[in-house]
């Protein structure tokens, strides 16, 4: 949408608790602002937006340590004015919100209205922690491991289900459907998929393309058959470049959650912090290609 000579782009970031939505949020604020590396957008200015939410986030990320659970800040709206090679720019809105607002979409069927408002246009970012995914309990997988090990089948105790146990395609498949159809969204959309901790899954020597397919192949196939007019593009990513240090505020328990694990301090963080440009921690990886231009698949959303 054009205003006044500018354009207005809505990029919805979406993704489960923990799935790195912030901490790539950090790290393109940083890499916009930063003169020295070439990149495909860049700052152009921050107009009538108040940046203070996105000073606050870099500040944390440049620390290398964790970002502040989004359950404990809520949701916040991103802005920021970036342009490109030939001048032109535009206005990109993100939404940040709490990973467990997309969570209750699955487990609830609950959508907030200011959340449903900023999903409706727009295209798709959705982050995937590709070192948290949650595999399908495959009944053959299991039964070739019995007869691997020679052990018998034991009768399980009955465990009632919830929600919380489904597999993560699972989840993320009925949150792609739910927000390709009205009154939440609409089909026919453009959607990257961003394997984030990418430096730690990277170690299986696979594409992020193939990633996708091999863990998590129902969305794979969702997307590859095109049933809700998806186009999609595929990343890995490591908006950090490495482990960074545990948050304080995280080890605080939410209401109904159990005690948090305490604080972590890694080695690898120190790494991070000692790199003369913070912004060239970051990884991004398409096929076999890698740079650190976070802007290029904000780009291609953009068409």
């Known amino acids: 949408m ?7 782009v809505s990029i919805s970031i979406i993704g489960l608790p923990e799935s790195g939505k912030t901490t790539f949020l ?12 070439a990149k495909v957008l860049s700052f152009d200015s921050i107009g009538e937006n108040d940046h203070s939410y996105l000073r606050k986030i870099v500040t944390v990320w440049r620390r290398a340590t964790e970002q502040a659970r989004t359950r404990l800040t809520g949701l916040s709206a991103v802005r920021m004015n970036l342009k490109d090679g ?16 997309f969570r209750a979409m699955w487990e609830d069927r609950e959508l ?22 949650k595999p399908p309990a495959w009944v053959t997988e299991r039964a070739a491991q019995r007869r691997a090990t020679g052990r018998q089948k034991t009768q399980a105790l009955p465990k009632e289900w919830h929600p919380s146990l489904a597999p993560t395609q699972v989840q993320l498949v009925d949150l792609l459907q739910l927000i390709s159809h009205a009154p939440v969204g609409r089909a026919g959309r453009r959607i990257v998929v961003m394997i984030s901790a990418w430096d ?8 992020p393309d193939t990633f996708l397919a091999a863990k998590l192949p ?8 095109g049933r809700d007019g998806w186009t999609s593009r595929v990343y890995g990513v490591s908006a950090q470049g490495g482990e960074y240090d545990g948050n304080d505020a995280n080890s605080e328990p939410a209401e109904g959650e159990g005690p948090m694990k305490k604080t972590q301090k890694r080695r690898d963080a120190n790494r991070l912090r000692e790199v003369d440009i913070p912004a060239n921690r970051i990884r991004l990886v398409l096929g076999e290609r890698e740079s650190n231009d976070l802007t290029e698949p904000l780009q291609w959303l953009m068409r």
């Open 200 to 207: 730690k899954v990277e170690g299986e020597r696979l594409t």
């Open 86 to 101: 030939d001048g032109n720019v535009v206005e990109v809105v993100m939404p940040d919100a709490p990973g467990e607002d």
């Open 26 to 37: 950090a790290a393109l604020w940083e890499l916009v602002n930063e003169r020295r590396i």
């Open 112 to 133: 907030g209205r200011v959340l449903g408002e900023s999903l409706a246009g727009g295209n798709i970012m959705l982050l995937v922690n590709g070192n948290k995914i």
């Open 2 to 8: 054009a205003e006044g000579g500018k354009q207005r």
């Open 218 to 225: 129902l969305l794979a196939q969702y997307l590859e058959a």
